[in-house]
């Protein structure tokens, strides 16, 4: 108890010497006070997008024809004109409501957007079910049609 005595005295003439407000409030600091740190920004890294979008997709319509690689490092557009091609930097998905994800980015001026959503899928031509509908936007031409993971080919519809 005698040892207590002195660090309890020390503790209330560390409290007595805040500053106080007349009105017995602690003071605001001085003008002269450095700010306190800011809190940290929120990041600018969008999140991830939902499992079921994470891996090599690969996307295909008709009319007209065109094919869409997405892989880790790139997107790749292609269409029947080798000089239609397009592939850029894969700009990481976001995700747009937990069954859709969009990757977004711009290409000489363009904007190039992809658009998954899961859902089935009909290419139009054959009888093959795909489990995601596939959007491309490039500047102002949109391309519609189907996707699925890289090596779990579409599987046939039921009668």
Known sequence: MR???PA???????CACQPQAPD???????????APPKAPEPSDVPPDPPKEFLGDIDARGTEPF???????????????????ALS?????ATDDGGREAVWSTTKDGKTFMVSLAQD???????????????VVTLGDQTFRGCAFKTGQQPREAAN
């Open 88 to 92: 850029v930097p894969n700009p990481g």
């Open 120 to 134: 089935d899928c009909s290419d139009g031509m054959s009888d093959l079910r795909y489990p995601y509908i596939a």
């Open 3 to 5: 040892h207590a005595l």
């Open 66 to 84: 065109w094919a869409l690689e997405i892989r880790a490092d790139r997107i790749t557009f292609k269409r029947p004109d080798p000089e239609a």
């Open 8 to 14: 309890t005295f020390a503790a209330l003439l560390l």
């Open 24 to 34: 017995g409030e602690p003071a605001p600091p001085p003008a002269d006070a450095p």
